[in-house]
Each structure stands twice: as structure tokens, then as C-alpha cells.
């Protein structure tokens, strides 16, 4: 597997940061509050895929689809992309679900199983977590996020997966909202301060 250089992981960086809070000293401060100095608060989210009602993917203008790493790998050639887009290279996470939007590379969540790590939560074998959800700003307030997480409760339904999970910053409301709108439930919270957490078991 290629390592992203150094030089290109600050690259990655600043887009996330352009892409969360805009741009300016004012933006990357913001950045290092919250994740230096502040205690956060996260909501753990839920869909028990067993009992989950299938709701149909509605959005005719949006593919979605689970890629290849050699897949994704094409579609984000030449493009200056956050690093969310690329936890493959730094987490070895090798499954994600992309949109696109008139053959443009709109969105991603990552799908996090039992032996990959995730930051809040101990995956068991018959759960999953989608994380490192990121939607470029141009493409934003179509509700692709939430029509990719039915896509993706569909498929690991099929693939005998009780529970998926996700944890969501307290003030990140469009995501939660979203993911609520996908059929998740809120079960609980846990907090950090910087990198410092707790891991619950799933």
C-alpha cells in the first residue's frame, strides 16, 4: 500500500479545514480548539438493520456505490481532495461508499468493521460504524449522505450485519439529522477532550 507523502497529508488537512470552517487563521483556530483543548461531546447512533423498515435510495441524479480501493483510486485522480478521502491510507480502512453526481465525485463515509480501528467504538463481529463522513461543499443540500447511509444499511443487510453504527459531533446537526432521517436512533453519548476518549462496545 503507498503512504501519502507528508507535504500531501498537510494538503489533505487544509482542505478539511476549508471544508468544516472556512478559511483564514480564524478557521484553522477554530480547528485546534476543538480538537486540542475543548471537551467534546459525541452522539452514538444506531440502525438495528434486522428490524430497520428497507427505505428505497430517491435521488435519480446520485450513484451510489462501494468501490475498490483501485476504483476510488481513479475517481480521486487529480483532484484536491480533504483527507477524509483517503483513510485508506492512513487508517487501512478499505471499504467506502461513494456518490456521485453527473459522473463528479460528490461524497464518501467510510465502513468500519471488527479489527479495523475506530476511535469511540469496540466493533463486534456482527456490527459496523460509518465514519470520516465528508460531502464537498458544492454538492451539499441534496441529502446524498442520508440516501448513502440507506445504501449502505441495504448492503450490509445483505451481507448478514445486525447493527451499524456511528458517532456524530453534538453540534454537528446536519449530520445527525441526517443519519436520524436514514432511519438511525440516538442511544447514547460519549465525550473527549483532544484525543483523549473512551471506547464503547458495540
Not at 482542505?15 to 477554530?30: E, L, P, Q
Request: charged fraction near 25%; aromatic fraction near 16%; glycine fraction near 4%.
Amino acid at each position: 500500500m503507498k503512504l501519502i507523502h507528508p507535504l500531501n497529508q498537510l494538503r489533505y488537512l487544509k482542505n478539511t479545514v476549508h471544508t468544516f470552517y472556512g478559511h483564514g487563521t480564524r478557521a484553522w483556530i477554530i480547528f485546534f480548539y476543538y480538537g486540542l483543548f475543548r471537551i467534546n461531546k459525541f452522539r452514538i447512533l444506531q440502525a438495528d438493520l434486522v428490524n430497520l423498515a428497507d427505505t428505497p435510495v430517491e435521488l435519480d441524479e446520485v450513484a451510489y456505490f462501494i468501490p475498490t480501493i483501485n476504483e476510488l483510486d481513479v475517481l480521486r485522480t487529480n483532484k484536491d481532495l480533504p483527507r477524509e478521502f483517503f483513510c485508506d491510507k492512513f487508517q487501512k480502512v478499505k471499504t467506502c461508499c461513494v456518490a456521485k453526481v453527473q459522473d463528479e465525485l460528490a461524497y464518501i463515509h467510510w465502513i468500519y468493521f471488527k479489527g479495523d480501528f475506530s476511535r469511540f467504538l469496540k466493533i463486534d463481529v456482527n456490527s459496523a460504524e460509518i465514519n470520516y463522513v465528508i460531502t464537498r461543499p458544492e454538492f451539499r443540500g441534496k441529502n446524498i449522505s442520508a440516501g448513502a447511509f440507506k445504501f449502505t444499511i441495504q448492503q450490509l443487510r445483505s451481507q448478514g450485519i445486525k447493527y451499524l453504527y456511528a458517532v456524530a459531533h453534538d453540534e454537528n446537526i446536519a449530520s445527525i439529522k441526517s443519519f436520524l432521517r436514514a432511519g438511525f436512533v440516538d442511544i447514547g453519548c460519549t465525550y473527549s477532550l483532544g484525543h483523549f476518549n473512551f471506547k464503547t462496545k458495540v
